[in-house]
Structures are given as C-alpha cells and as structure tokens.
C-alpha cells in the first residue's frame, strides 16, 4: 500500500525541543516533512499546508492555543496537537480549544506522543500509519 507521508508544522519556541521532537517525527514517519516555526506568531500568520500543526502551548510571541484560534478563524481546521508543561493551564481554556485540536503534557512520554500522533493522522486521513516500531 502505497502511504501518504504527513507533513508536519512543527511550532515551538525552544530550538532545542524542536530539534528533538523534530528528530522523533523523522524517526516515526521517515518520509515525512518537518517545517519547524518558532512562535505562535508565524503558527498564525502560516499561509503553507500541513497534515498536522504540533504547538507548544507557552510561547513568548504568542501562545499555541491563540494561534489555533486565529487559523480557525480563517477557516483552517487541520489538525492539531498543542502540546503543555502546564496541561491544566490548557484545560482552564478548554472552552475555548478549537475543533480537531488534541493537547498532550509535555511531560507525556514519546509512546504517548506517537499514538496521539497515529491516532490524528489515521482520523484525519483515513490511512492507518506506519506500524509503531521501538520508540
């Protein structure tokens, strides 16, 4: 079967935590595309497509759940994965997280960050991803 390799927008504004996530998603989808962003800013002002948004939420710019909301506001609805230290800050919002936007504590380990990952893209595209391999 034939896969369609996602591309990811990845946005976070600690170039460290990018590289390292961005390493992970090369790892778990091998053909995949990585564009990496560094603040909520860019997330928002974004004119390029991606199968999935990864944000973190605190950002100094501004923060991933402002960002979502102003790309919904502009009819937007790819998926999303706001990622948090603080995942309680992200749930005193929850009213306010926009549709097919998942969140996921920073502190969750890789595994959970894969399946959440799996789960989006075969919900979102229909096309079961590549089998987990060791994470």
């Not at 034939?2 to 990018?18: A, I």
């Given at each position: 079967?034939?896969?369609?390799?996602?591309?990811?927008l990845?946005?976070?504004?600690?170039?460290?935590?990018?590289?390292?996530?961005?390493c992970r998603?090369?790892?778990?989808?091998?053909?995949?595309?990585?564009?990496?962003?560094?603040?909520?800013?860019?997330?928002?002002?974004?004119?390029?497509?991606?199968?999935?948004y990864?944000?973190d939420?605190?950002?100094?710019?501004?923060?991933?759940?402002?960002?979502?909301?102003?790309?919904?506001?502009?009819?937007?609805?790819?998926?999303?994965?706001?990622?948090?230290?603080?995942?309680?800050l992200?749930?005193?919002?929850?009213?306010?997280?926009?549709?097919?936007?998942?969140?996921?504590?920073?502190?969750?380990?890789?595994?959970?960050?894969?399946?959440?990952?799996?789960e989006?893209?075969?919900?979102?595209?229909?096309?079961?991803?590549?089998?987990?391999?060791?994470?």
């Amino acid at each position: 079967m034939n896969r369609k390799q996602p591309r990811f927008l990845l946005v976070d504004d600690q170039e460290d935590l990018r590289g390292i996530n961005a390493c992970r998603l090369k790892m778990w989808y091998p053909d995949c595309v990585v564009e990496p962003l560094a603040n909520g800013r860019a997330l928002a002002e974004y004119t390029g497509s991606a199968s999935v948004y990864i944000t973190d939420y605190e950002m100094p710019e501004m923060n991933g759940l402002d960002a979502l909301i102003a790309r919904r506001k502009k009819g937007d609805y790819t998926p999303a994965l706001l990622i948090s230290g603080d995942i309680d800050l992200v749930h005193k919002r929850k009213n306010e997280i926009p549709l097919n936007t998942y969140t996921l504590s920073k502190l969750s380990p890789g595994t959970e960050f894969r399946q959440k990952l799996d789960e989006i893209i075969y919900k979102h595209s229909g096309v079961p991803a590549i089998p987990s391999r060791n994470l």
